[in-house]
């Protein structure tokens, strides 16, 4: 990293994510860091300008009250303290809170403002070439957002020794799978291989309804369907991963590191990370300059178990099928109507129960499709978004018209909590 940094010292904030973010709006690039960082291990990370010591309301995390290192106060560059012990320096104002920032990161520690991602995109192609050399890389490519993004950066850097392998399970939305070909293989001249795996999930899942029952048979099964295609090939030495820097921050702080959960063992790769550092919104920014279609890196969050948990209880094909064309249409909608981009997630699900309608003049037992669309900032509460009830009405007779085995439409009204945002 060529980049000045501002270092964060988590002492039990819970902004510390937030202020890296604010800092690096500014152009400068932040991180953060556990309490307890060893003065060598500081003087090893590259361009420090500045140290923010920003705690809780107490400084206490499990009964115990932490600091840093005293040799961390007697830094060779400035440091800060935030918290209820120092000089509180972040107002709620945004345009105070970024005055106050600006000063520090700029006035009193000299940084430059250097961060943007054209210069990330420069750099890790550089480490991506040095970490690799003429070695091969393996890449599960989901045609998300973040797989797709370390898919772009590695090809850049190393062309067609990366591998990518897209598995179909058959639970992803109308269109991913054909967009994954295209893009990689058709456009960017990849080196795909395209795992038709739809009927081994399915048969897989046939009967059952426990959602919980639904994700372990999906995550199981991709691991092995993976894994047998890692071992068909030869000189593999690299896994890559879509890790981003919240998976990080979550997995306890930097430090810890965000492994391969499932893999068999004997599957023993190197991992290559390169969006590790970034938020979700910066990987956006990545797959935009790398030349990724916008549907694709602005594609909304989406389950691991894909549609299976969209197909309330136990999955049939018709049902699962119902799933995806209805989905289809409420996108296709939303983004006539202006909704795409401004609404932070929407999509149908089907449960298992069907209700009497009429179709030809006569009675009909089919299922209902819920529509959910909904806004959050962190997924953690939610609210409903008011959807115009003339587009609804059209979107219902779109449905009922073109969905095969559907005749009623319901909206789901229900914020988070109670409701969570997916049904299962």
């Not at 000045?4 to 400068?28: Q, T, Y």
């Not at 830094?75 to 105070?96: F, I, N, S, T, Y």
Request: aromatic residues 6%; negative net charge; contains cysteine.
């Amino acid at each position: 990293m060529k980049q000045d940094m501002i270092l964060i010292l988590d002492l039990g904030s819970e902004e510390n994510p937030r202020l890296a973010r604010e800092i690096r709006a500014l152009g400068v690039y932040s991180e953060i860091h556990p309490h307890d960082i060893t003065a060598e291990e500081l003087a090893a990370l590259p361009n420090v300008k500045g140290i923010i010591l920003n705690g809780g309301p107490n400084r206490v995390v499990d009964g115990v009250e932490i600091d840093a290192a005293k040799e961390i106060y007697n830094a060779p560059v400035p440091v800060l303290l935030a918290d209820h012990k120092g000089d509180q320096p972040w107002p709620e104002d945004a345009a105070a809170r970024k005055e106050a920032l600006s000063n520090f990161v700029f006035q009193v520690c000299g940084a430059q403002a250097n961060w943007n991602m054209e210069n990330f995109i420069a750099d890790q192609v550089e480490l991506i070439r040095q970490q690799v050399g003429d070695r091969k890389v393996l890449l599960a490519l989901s045609g998300g957002v973040d797989s797709s993004v370390v898919a772009a950066l590695l090809i850049k850097a190393i062309g067609k020794q990366l591998i990518c392998v897209h598995v179909n399970h058959g639970l992803l939305r109308k269109g991913e799978p054909e967009q994954v070909v295209e893009v990689f293989r058709n456009q960017m001249d990849a080196n795909l291989i395209y795992v038709d795996a739809v009927d081994r999930f399915l048969d897989k899942l046939a009967g059952i309804s426990d959602p919980e029952q639904k994700r372990k048979i999906i995550g199981k099964e991709f691991i092995d369907v993976f894994a047998e295609e890692a071992q068909k090939l030869e000189g593999i030495s690299f896994l890559a991963q879509g890790t981003i820097y919240p998976d990080i921050l979550e997995s306890d702080g930097i430090k810890s590191h965000h492994n391969v959960g499932g893999l068999p063992e004997d599957l023993q790769f190197e991992l290559v990370e390169p969006v590790k550092l970034l938020y979700k919104d910066e990987v956006r920014v990545v797959g935009k300059a790398l030349g990724l279609p916008d549907n694709m890196v602005y594609r909304q969050p989406f389950p691991g178990p894909g549609l299976g948990v969209r197909c309330i209880g136990a999955i049939t094909r018709d049902r699962l099928e119902a799933v995806r064309e209805s989905d289809a249409i409420l996108r296709e909608e939303f983004a006539k109507n202006g909704l795409e981009g401004k609404v932070w997630q929407y999509f149908t699900a089907i449960p298992d129960i069907k209700s009497v309608g009429v179709r030809d003049n006569k009675r009909a037992d089919e299922w209902c499709v819920i529509i959910r669309a909904v806004n959050t900032v962190d997924a953690m509460t939610a609210t409903v978004e008011n959807v115009p009830f003339d587009l609804l009405q059209h979107i219902t007779a779109r449905i009922t018209a073109e969905v095969k085995g559907v005749n009623r439409v319901l909206f789901d009204l229900t914020p988070k909590p109670t409701g969570t945002i997916e049904w299962e």
